[in-house]
């Protein structure tokens, strides 16, 4: 909410988050080992449509290795309507 609200109409707001499992039910859970939180695509989806952004852009990624695994994520591009 707060940075739509710093968004200029037409402004974007992209950012990348850990993904959670698609079999956990929670819409984010902090990770005991890194103390990373990961977060559900219909949370996401949820707060974005909730502070008004469109979202334009998601896809799913690896961020980075860790422990020599891939740690899945989500890469999104929200936009406040013009």
Known sequence: AAAAKALRPGGRLLFSLEALDDDDPRPHRLHPGNGRYAHSAAHVAAAARG??????????LHLRMEGGKPVEGHLYGL????
């Not at 936009?79 to 013009?82: E, S, V, W």
């Open 79 to 82: 936009q406040r309507p013009a």
């Open 51 to 60: 502070a008004g952004l469109d979202i334009v852009v998601h896809d799913r």
